[in-house]
């Protein structure tokens, strides 16, 4: 492994000293690769077998991961396409397989349709791969800060409640100059039993069968744990109760061999022509909120009832 005795890595340019996952049972090679990135202001995790490098990736949550393609019990490219096939592991964090065995093109293509962003043979160049891993690190760093700073919820991918308010005004403005109908439905999603996997996983759940489901024209998100809202335009009350029974189907049919049953809850609000409301969409997801509030505190009370409540049925309380 062949390197320069000067620094190829600008530590100011991340926030904080990358953490590099090393998957190989060489030692040899390992330690080879720890004496060119621990100088060069990369922290170092080890794993020695495939079924280690896969629970370290995801308990550590490292910035980039090297993998050996001949580990003892896994192969490195199978370790990388469980790796990317696992909604828990951020898409960002780049993936390099090594491999002192062949390395040749058709080796090359299953590791990038694995999901890898390097493969490399070895001896490897020391100075060439500082310049790789900077590279990919800048990228991973840069993408995550604007995640951070985006509109969009990271564990679902659909709109966080920022992102679902600019969303709504552009909705809403472009119902209002076409006299069309509005409805907002906000529906809990949580399982039938508590045995059952927890917040997180039925969040990914949901959250990829509505962006696979969801129309184009409507904005979806997430607005905490459980809960989430359909910004619908050109919707009445009967497509809101359509749209309920439809994604009470697709999780039923998707979602339970990963998250079991299902239990589905919603309230909305309806308007028909938002033009001749006195209600912003923001208002209108407000009552669909109220609407689902109810509901779910009248189920507390009596496990007889509906699972859809509009707003216009939520009983008013009494003047004091």
């Given at each position: ?99 002192a ?23 490897l160049?020391?100075e ?12 991973k ?65 949901v ?40 994604l009470?189907r ?41 609407a ?6 009248d ?10 409540r ?11």
């Amino acid at each position: 492994m062949r390197t320069s005795g000067h620094s190829m890595t600008e530590r100011d340019q991340f926030p904080r000293p990358p953490l590099v996952l090393v998957a190989n049972d060489q030692e040899w090679s390992a330690r080879s690769l720890e004496s060119i990135l621990a100088p060069n202001g990369y922290s170092v995790l080890r794993a020695y077998t495939g079924r280690q490098a896969l629970e370290r990736a995801r308990t550590a949550r490292p910035d980039l991961i090297i993998l050996d393609a001949q580990m003892p019990d896994l192969h490195g490219v199978e370790v990388c396409r469980q790796l990317r096939s696992d909604p828990r592991f951020p898409a960002t964090v780049p993936i390099i397989i090594t491999t002192a065995g062949p390395s040749g093109r058709a080796q090359r293509l299953e590791a990038y349709q694995a999901g890898a962003w390097e493969f490399l043979g070895q001896p490897l160049d020391g100075e060439s791969l500082l310049l790789r891993l900077s590279t990919f690190l800048v990228a991973k760093f840069e993408t995550d800060a604007l995640l951070e700073e985006s509109l969009l919820d990271p564990l679902t991918g659909l709109y966080n409640m920022r992102g679902l308010s600019r969303r709504a005004r552009e909705i809403g403005a472009e119902t209002v100059r076409r006299h069309a109908a509005l409805s907002c439905v906000v529906f809990a999603a949580e399982p039938e039993t508590p045995t059952e996997p927890g917040a997180e996983r039925l969040a990914e759940t949901v959250g990829g069968i509505l962006r696979t489901h969801g129309r184009a024209s409507d904005a979806i998100g997430r607005l905490g744990d459980g809960e989430y809202a359909v910004i619908a335009p050109h919707t009445e009350a009967k497509g809101v109760i359509q749209m309920v029974e439809r994604l009470e189907r697709l999780i039923r049919s998707e979602g339970n061999g990963t998250v079991g049953q299902v239990r589905l809850r919603a309230g909305y609000s309806a308007i028909p022509d938002l033009s001749t409301a006195q209600l912003d969409v923001l208002q209108i997801l407000l009552q669909a909120t109220s609407a689902l509030r109810s509901l779910v505190a009248d189920s507390g009370q009596s496990p007889v009832v509906a699972r859809l409540r509009a707003f216009e049925e939520v009983p008013t309380q009494p003047a004091s």
